[in-house]
């Protein structure tokens, strides 16, 4: 293919998929689900677009910016930049989206110039992005500085190593069939029950969230960025309060999506130390996506983990029996949480790989 300079532009944020300047938007969840499925033949892994919508509309917590590259009329590709708004936050989230068709031609070079540039003029020092990759063995395999798992060379990610990205983390993406048997499941709940002992209740909600509990699931949801195995992926601690949990459910439940939270209780301490979620979109038919799953340090080795997984997915299971599959993401060094997938009844159905160069 011939390389050329495309014409790029700012991805408009609409107040409404339904305005007349809602058409990039469209666009942008078009190609967020074709990329999915060129990438690794699953498209329902991407959010829908009205769930994009409603993230990108408040910026509080993340501020979210898009380019879109354009031959002619023709869009050829995307690129999104993510800002954490935390006070010392120092790095940039990208997400390259070129179609196969277009790529070669010199788009995806102009598009992560761009970010680039985009990143410097924003005052972060620290790119980040993730790459998907089919679950095969080629001749040509990467490894991860983790060490942990491997995964086949993509054009993707071809281009990041050529622009200075170093691999840092391998996350095995693993589904749950909804309509198997449920035997194991309830088993290995009884069994985590009993591990688990007196001194832990379970809570289980719809959200929102009870209005008294927002600051402990703020507290065990800001674990989320020290606690879980990263690698030597930099991100910088959360901080979230009782307003950010508000509207994160604001923006995960806007556009008729359901969330189901279950948590752990430590009776003698009252704190939150284990939660799981499942979020499904507005097409009660779709694809499940497990968003968070943790049990804070000081409290594993208590089959926490298989405690929360398990009851949400048999409560799922009623709530939502139209839905196939539950998806999630874990990384591969997490053999704990791999472990409890892999009882459950979870399977490998794509990797990703995490990456990031320092400016």
Not at 259 to 287: C, F, K, M, Q
């Amino acid at each position: 293919m011939t390389t050329f300079a495309p014409t790029i532009t700012p991805l408009s944020v609409p107040a409404s998929l339904d305005d007349d300047d809602a058409s990039d938007f469209r666009a942008y969840g078009e190609l967020n689900r074709l990329i999915c499925d060129e990438a690794v033949g699953l498209p329902d892994i991407a959010p829908s677009t009205a769930q994009l919508l409603a993230s990108w509309q408040d910026p509080t917590d993340t501020l979210s910016l898009g380019f879109v590259a354009r031959d002619g009329e023709e869009i050829v590709g995307m690129v999104t930049i993510a800002y954490p708004q935390e006070e010392d936050a120092h790095a940039a989230e990208i997400d390259l989206m070129v179609p196969t068709r277009h790529w070669g031609r010199g788009v995806e070079e102009s598009l992560l110039a761009l970010a680039e540039s985009e990143t410097r003029a924003y005052g972060r020092s620290l790119m980040q992005t993730w790459t998907l990759h089919r679950p095969i063995e080629t001749e040509h395999m990467i490894t991860p500085r983790t060490g942990w798992g491997r995964v086949p060379v993509t054009p993707l990610s071809e281009a990041l190593v050529d622009h200075g990205y170093e691999f840092e983390q391998v996350e095995r993406n693993s589904e749950f069939d909804l309509r198997a048997d449920p035997a194991p499941v309830r088993a290995l709940l009884q069994e985590a029950r009993t591990a688990a002992g007196p001194d832990y209740r379970v809570m289980q909600w719809m959200a929102p969230i009870p209005a008294n509990r927002r600051d402990g699931y703020a507290a065990i949801l800001a674990r989320l960025s020290t606690d879980a195995p990263s690698g030597e992926m930099d991100f910088v601690a959360e901080v979230w309060d009782a307003d950010r949990v508000v509207r994160r459910e604001h923006r995960l439940t806007s556009a008729g999506q359901a969330l189901s939270i279950v948590v752990v209780e430590h009776i003698p301490s009252g704190a939150i130390v284990a939660y799981n979620e499942l979020l499904i979109a507005a097409d009660r038919t779709s694809i499940t996506h497990q968003l968070g799953t943790l049990v804070a340090r000081e409290h594993r080795g208590h089959r926490l983990g298989a405690l929360v997984k398990c009851t949400n997915l048999l409560h799922w299971r009623e709530l939502m029996p139209q839905s196939p599959a539950v998806s999630t993401f874990n990384a591969e060094e997490n053999r704990p949480m791999l472990s409890i997938n892999e009882a459950v009844g979870f399977v490998p159905v794509s990797y990703a790989g995490a990456w990031q160069k320092r400016l």
